[in-house]
């Protein structure tokens, strides 16, 4: 089994919601214990569900709207079928979870990391100053959470 | 009094809608409408940038088609720079948009549809959802699940990422394909093959409790308007328009893309954003059309593989009189006539020898100020026209979406949905759903049609002669 998947996830083109994918982008460049798998994804989509029963633990990176800008949130994840997506293009973690769970008899402990963004606008390309330090900090948590679960 | 019954969000479809039922005084319905009530205006925002963002940024249109968007766009990319892409580097763009097919097909099969088809219209709609085919059928989830995962990997085979690749560029892909990777693909699609074999066996053992639904679900007289190749067979990257009649006779064929504009027209009505495109010689709303997979297949003479030639034929005989499959409710049985042809046609070009050629880019600078890019999306024809001034930054867009070219069919088929089942005077879920599920017959992604993006809750409201809501019914 895999020993950990981090997915980060949001839109590249509507400023601060890129956090996810661009903080997974980064990562990538970074070393990593071995075995760790980044993404990077605009959704989350019905097949992570197959890759999430495959991993040890999965870490969501995502921008929020409930945040200050620049704030970071880091909360434990459960499976959650009231969390249904009323439309198939979008998934939340934790109905991806029940998803895992229910077709595949196990989950993952699981993540997700938030952090509060300031510009959500269309045709925006770029982080904010605020969701910028973010992301740095984003990053560090995911390299100690990984390397915490290697501990032990 | 007169009522009118709203119906909103619209679940398990890609985007954002509401439906109204206008019923007259003694409970039948009088008028039906499907309103899109998201605007992004990406044809708008892309002026000015450079044309070679254009496959970027309109893919973004999409989480779920973004490859549709990157092939339609790159197409008319090609068009600006006025080349011929390379034999090659077309075989790997329709690789890639095959499976795109499988994967969205598959979604729309397994993940919004199979709820319904499995678990019944009347049934509680609190587990007539994923997690309710979950539990009656896992094996039919995972099998959903399972082909998603085989598209999608391929999608990032190719193309580096599952979600918005750049190896589409205009004039070909960027980098050609190597030994190891088409080993990877080809090692994936028996399995594929057999998932896709198996549930169409299912579906086609579930049809005749669907009967019913079949008769009533948008069984229109319509035009239908795909790309087929240049011998008539069925085509999603490259090829020419056609379009048949309601009585099957092929009335425009061998119409280069680039003519779109003498077939097509747009009106806009005021209670959508999304536009109603119709056949010009027919007029407005005379000329309504269907795109997509039942079109597509109404289209082709034949598919041109072995398992899909057979499925193709036994889909022809869903219709006892001769002419074109007329019910919208067919859709589904077309999606996995398409999701076999898609792996059979993914396997055949895989084994040719000239799939290792690295010549796969074209070079050029733009050398025309137009440029028209149509390719056949999972849902439908998807048409990308772009102009480009002097130093080559867009001047003007038009995006016909698949499932804008569906906007009449899908007005039309709720209105006879619901004077089939649905009785003013007793609302009740079974009903509702079913008007409901007459749209996830089209699998609209309304992201794409109003270049929009947005969750889905659905409302239904009823109206009285004057406009007053009477009544409210909201599903989060």
Same mark, same amino acid.
């Given at each position: 089994m895999r020993p950990a998947l981090v997915i980060g996830y949001g839109s590249p083109i509507r400023g601060d919601d890129a956090i996810g994918p661009l903080v997974a982008d980064r990562l990538q460049q970074q070393q990593l214990p071995d075995?760790?798998?980044?993404?990077?994804?605009?959704? *989350?989509?019905?097949? *992570?569900?197959a890759e999430l029963?495959?991993?040890? %633990?999965?870490?969501?990176?995502?921008?929020?709207?409930? *945040?200050?800008?620049?704030? *970071?949130?880091? %909360?434990?994840?459960a499976p959650d079928t009231s969390a249904l997506s009323t439309m198939a293009h979008f998934h939340d973690p934790r109905e991806l979870l029940a998803w895992c769970q229910g077709l595949y008899g196990r989950v993952p402990e699981a993540w997700l990391i938030t952090a509060g963004g300031a510009d959500f606008d269309y045709g925006h390309f770029h982080l904010s100053e605020a969701a910028e330090h973010a992301a740095t900090r984003m990053i560090q948590s995911v390299l100690d959470m990984l390397a915490l679960k290697n501990l032990g | 009094m007169s009522r009118t019954i709203t119906i909103e969000p619209?679940?398990?479809?890609?985007?954002?809608? /509401?439906?109204?039922?206008? =019923? @007259?005084?003694?409970?039948?319905?009088?008028?039906?409408? !499907?309103?899109?009530?998201? !605007?992004?205006? !990406?044809? +708008? !925002?892309?002026?000015?940038?450079? &044309? /070679?963002?254009?496959?970027? #940024?309109?893919?973004?249109?999409?989480?779920?088609?973004?490859?549709?968007? #990157? =092939?339609a766009s790159?197409?008319?990319?090609?068009? #600006?720079? @006025?080349?011929?892409?390379?034999?090659?580097?077309e075989k790997l763009r329709r690789v890639m948009n095959l499976a795109q097919l499988v994967q969205s097909h598959a979604l729309s099969f397994f993940h919004l549809s199979s709820p319904d088809l499995l678990l019944g219209w009347d049934a509680d709609p609190k587990s007539r959802n994923i997690f309710g085919v979950m539990q009656q059928q896992p094996e =039919?989830?995972?099998d959903g699940i399972r082909l998603r995962q085989i598209g999608q990997t391929i999608i990032e085979i190719l193309g580096g990422k599952k979600i918005h690749p750049t190896w589409v560029v205009p004039g070909g892909v960027s980098e050609a394909l190597s030994q190891d990777k088409r080993d990877a693909m080809q090692a994936m699609l028996p399995e594929a093959l057999e998932i896709a074999k198996r549930t169409y066996a299912t579906f086609k053992a579930l049809l005749p409790k669907f009967k019913d639904e079949a008769s009533h679900f948008g069984t229109l007289p319509t035009l239908f308007l795909s790309l087929v190749s240049e011998t008539g067979q069925l085509e999603h990257c490259t090829g020419v328009l056609r379009v048949k009649d309601a009585k099957g006779r092929i009335i425009e064929d061998k119409v280069p893309p680039r003519d779109y504009r003498r077939l097509i027209g747009e009106a806009v009505e005021d209670f959508s954003y999304m536009k109603?495109? &119709? &056949? +010009?010689?027919?007029?407005?709303?005379?000329?309504?059309? /269907?795109?997509?997979?039942?079109?597509?297949?109404?289209?082709?003479d034949s598919c041109g593989t072995p398992y899909a030639d057979v499925a193709l034929a036994e889909f022809r005989t869903l219709q006892e009189e001769s002419g074109p499959v007329a019910s919208s409710f067919h859709y589904h049985y077309a999606r996995l006539v398409e999701i076999i042809y898609a792996i059979e046609r993914m396997q055949r070009i895989l084994k040719?020898?000239?799939? #290792?050629?690295?010549?796969?880019?074209?070079?050029a600078r733009g050398n025309r100020q137009e440029g028209i890019g149509v390719s056949e999306a999972p849902r439908g024809t998807l048409m990308h026209h772009y102009k480009i001034d002097e130093n080559g930054l867009i001047t003007w867009v038009d995006l016909i979406i698949a499932t804008g070219h569906n906007n009449l069919a899908m007005n039309r088929s709720i209105k006879q949905v619901a004077d089939a089942y649905v009785d003013g005077t007793q609302l009740n879920e079974g009903m509702l759903n079913r008007v409901e599920a007459v749209i996830r017959?089209?699998?609209?992604?309304?992201?794409c049609a109003s270049h929009a993006y947005g969750k889905m809750p659905l409302v239904i409201e009823l109206q009285d002669a004057q406009g007053e809501v009477i009544d409210r019914l909201v599903r989060d």
């Open positions: 075995g760790v798998r980044v993404e990077a994804r605009h959704i *989350l989509t019905a097949e *992570l569900a029963a495959e991993v040890a %633990q999965v870490i969501f990176l995502d921008a929020a709207v409930d *945040l200050p800008p620049g704030e *970071l949130r880091i %909360q434990p994840l | 619209v679940t398990r479809i890609e985007g954002h809608a /509401r439906i109204s039922l206008q =019923l @007259a005084d003694t409970g039948e319905v009088e008028d039906a409408r !499907f309103h899109l009530t998201q !605007f992004r205006g !990406f044809e +708008k !925002f892309c002026e000015g940038r450079p &044309y /070679r963002e254009m496959p970027a #940024l309109t893919a973004r249109t999409c989480g779920i088609c973004p490859v549709s968007h #990157l =092939l790159n197409k008319a990319c090609d068009d #600006l720079l @006025a080349v011929s892409i390379p034999p090659t580097a =039919l989830a995972k109603f495109p &119709y &056949y +010009k010689p027919m007029g407005y709303p005379r000329g309504i059309y /269907r795109v997509g997979p039942l079109a597509r297949l109404n289209n082709a040719e020898p000239d799939i #290792l050629d690295t010549r796969v880019r074209a070079h017959c089209y699998d609209p992604c309304l992201s």
